[in-house]
């Protein structure tokens, strides 16, 4: 057994949930831990989108109020990708698809997994199903979140050279976008020649 867990106790439940975990684990030296407590926030699955039109070379995020980064730095209002939690639902792909359409109102024609990863694995459980959607951004977005959910969402279309020279200033600044931009870079030639109509020489 490389882990013993001795007690998992919930020590808040609200829109996340808390967990105070006390456990042993097999160090690399072969021997076991002694007693360890860690504590975990339980914040499910999660999908993000990379929106994308190779015929115009842009992407789509959104900007939307985000409490983490108003309290660290007074800048609350964040470019991400368009992304929600899958709330238990087995489907991920579907779940994507459907966040894509509340928060922007545009159907990727494409809709792929890129990857999947964890967040922060030292302090959250939360884990990201990215997707690669490419879409048509000469169709104005037509949504702006749950208005029931008191979601307000901007959508912009950025050229996918600027979104690098945002990201070198620091004005996107979300892991997601970042990971999400990367992945981008490096695969935006085998994605222009395959959905380009008449693909870069």
């Known amino acids: 057994m490389d882990v013993e867990l001795i007690e998992t106790k919930e020590v808040y439940r609200g829109f996340f ?15 076991m831990s002694g007693p360890v407590t860690l504590e975990a926030l339980e914040r499910g699955e999660g999908v993000a989108v990379i929106l994308y039109d190779p015929e115009r070379d842009c992407v789509g995020l959104v900007r939307q109020f985000r409490i983490g980064a108003h309290l660290r730095e007074n800048r609350g209002w964040v470019l991400e990708l368009a992304a929600g939690s ?8 579907a779940v994507a698809l459907k966040e894509v359409r509340e928060e922007t109102g545009w159907t990727p024609s494409v809709l792929e997994h890129v990857n999947t990863f964890y967040i922060s694995p030292s302090g959250t459980t939360e884990r990201i199903h990215l997707f690669l959607g490419i879409f048509d951004s000469r169709i104005p977005p037509s949504a702006s979140g749950v208005l029931e959910e008191e979601e307000d969402i901007q959508t912009v279309t950025i050229p996918f050279p600027q979104v690098l020279e945002m990201m070198a200033q620091g004005e ?30």
């Open 172 to 201: 996107i600044n979300a892991a997601s976008v970042i990971l999400g931009m990367q992945w981008l870079q490096i695969n935006r030639p085998r994605l222009q020649a395959r959905f380009m109509t008449q693909p870069p020489s």
């Open 17 to 31: 949930r808390l967990f105070k975990v006390l456990l042993r684990y097999r160090r690399f030296d072969g021997r």
């Open 86 to 93: 899958c709330q238990g639902q087995a489907d991920v792909q």
